[in-house]
């Protein structure tokens, strides 16, 4: 054998264990989490690393559970422009972090959602068009500098690598990359490990759907859909804590429906239980943006309002106590029943806490109560 060709072999084995590597790393990553968006800035991660696979940039689409027909921009990774991709990659290389450094320092400013990531959020791709990600999903395979549809200019087909993710139960999704800024063609191994990514991605971002749909059943009230008192609980501590380092208001609604004992005595559980998710649906229907609604427990309900001062948590009350009292709830058998609901509502003050300012609601929705139910009181 020619010493040229002894010389390829040996790059060949390199390249292949430099791959191996990749998706171990990657995979460690991702068992650090088993929730959707650190495990999806893992995979993003090890694909634009230096370190990793080394693309400019990298997207995640799923398919839309609504709608099969499409998929949906999930997260992305990567620089908006040329200046700022030099700038990062200047200072990577200055610092030579490794992934797990790479993946924690990014993770942790993911929340800032960048111009690509807040492009791609937006994004609905058909899967019958001609992108190289409806492209991947079909054919079922990774595709790399195909497709004429470049998305309005957001992918780079000419180094654009797309494949399939697969889980057990399907196709759920495809991970994208390019290197818009380089110009670089990638290679056969980086096509295939890629395509090897993808496919632990798949299992991954299934695992991840898994996980969350079981945590969400745990954090929420069976009859209602709405979040349970430790859910509120933890949701107003952090709520407070947010209000006290922004140093911005929040307030809290307390809601309770009037003689709901009568209902059960009168009409049975069954009327009450149904009068209670109808409840909560309007209840979810009056509240908007960041504001939140919880079953505090029985008849009783939450809402926590950030950003919330004393008046705008009024209004929503007032909308609150409206949209039960002026239409009947249909219940059990078809039967009709107009009920009302007292509400109580208190902004967070300097010697609050979670607790305290729940208390003070309550209060506030006691004086509701006696005061001939059927109305808003502040505390």
């Known amino acids: 054998?020619?010493?040229?060709?002894?010389?390829?072999?040996?790059?060949?084995?390199?390249?292949?264990?430099?791959?191996?590597?990749?998706?171990?790393?990657?995979?460690?990553?991702?068992?650090?989490?088993?929730?959707?968006?650190?495990?999806?800035?893992?995979?993003?991660?090890?694909?634009?690393?230096?370190?990793?696979?080394?693309m400019n940039r990298a997207v995640i689409f799923l398919v839309d559970k609504g709608d099969r027909e499409a998929l949906r921009g999930t997260a992305a990774v990567g620089p908006a422009d040329a200046e700022e991709a030099d700038r990062v990659w200047r200072s990577i290389e200055a610092e030579a972090p490794d992934l797990e450094t790479l993946y924690r320092v990014g993770l942790r400013l993911d929340g800032q959602n960048g111009e690509l990531d807040r492009r791609v959020r937006a994004l609905v791709v058909p899967t019958d068009g001609e992108s190289p990600i409806a492209l991947a999903?079909?054919?079922?395979?990774?595709?790399?500098?195909?497709?004429?549809?470049?998305?309005?200019?957001?992918?780079?087909?000419?180094?654009?690598?797309?494949?399939?993710?697969r889980g057990r139960e399907g196709v759920?999704?495809?991970?994208?990359?390019?290197?818009?800024?380089?110009?670089?063609?990638?290679?056969?191994?980086?096509?295939?490990?890629?395509?090897?990514?993808?496919d632990h991605a798949g299992r991954a971002i299934e695992n991840a759907h898994r996980f969350e749909q079981v945590a969400q059943k745990a954090r929420t009230d069976a009859l209602t859909g709405l979040g349970h008192h430790g859910s509120l609980m933890e949701a107003l501590r952090s709520a407070v804590a947010g209000a006290r380092a922004e140093h911005g208001p929040l307030s809290v609604a307390m809601i309770d429906l009037d003689d709901f004992k009568r209902v059960n005595d009168t009409h049975g559980h069954l009327a009450g239980d149904a009068l209670l998710a109808g409840l909560a649906a309007r209840i979810r229907s009056a509240v908007r943006g960041s504001h939140t609604a919880y079953r505090y427990g029985g008849e009783e309900f939450t809402v926590v309002l950030p950003g919330a001062e004393a008046d705008e948590a009024q209004i929503v009350a007032e909308r609150v106590r409206r949209t039960v009292a002026e239409q009947p709830f249909t219940v059990a058998d078809g039967l009709a029943l107009s009920v009302t609901?007292?509400?109580?509502?208190?902004?967070?003050?300097?010697?609050?806490?979670?607790?305290?300012?729940?208390?003070r609601a309550d209060a506030a929705l006691l004086r509701a109560k006696s005061s001939g139910k059927n109305l808003v009181v502040r505390g």
């Open 172 to 198: 759920q999704g495809v991970l994208y990359a390019d290197n818009r800024f380089t110009g670089e063609v990638p290679g056969a191994i980086t096509m295939q490990v890629f395509a090897m990514v993808a």
């Open 341 to 359: 609901c007292s509400v109580g509502v208190c902004t967070l003050a300097a010697a609050d806490d979670a607790s305290s300012l729940l208390a």
């Open 137 to 165: 999903l079909r054919r079922g395979a990774a595709v790399l500098g195909e497709g004429s549809d470049s998305l309005s200019g957001l992918l780079h087909l000419p180094t654009a690598l797309a494949a399939p993710m």
């Open 1 to 54: 054998m020619s010493a040229g060709r002894i010389a390829e072999l040996e790059r060949d084995n390199a390249e292949l264990r430099r791959a191996i590597s990749l998706l171990h790393r990657i995979a460690n990553l991702v068992r650090q989490s088993l929730e959707m968006r650190p495990t999806c800035y893992a995979l993003l991660t090890g694909v634009t690393a230096g370190v990793g696979l080394g």
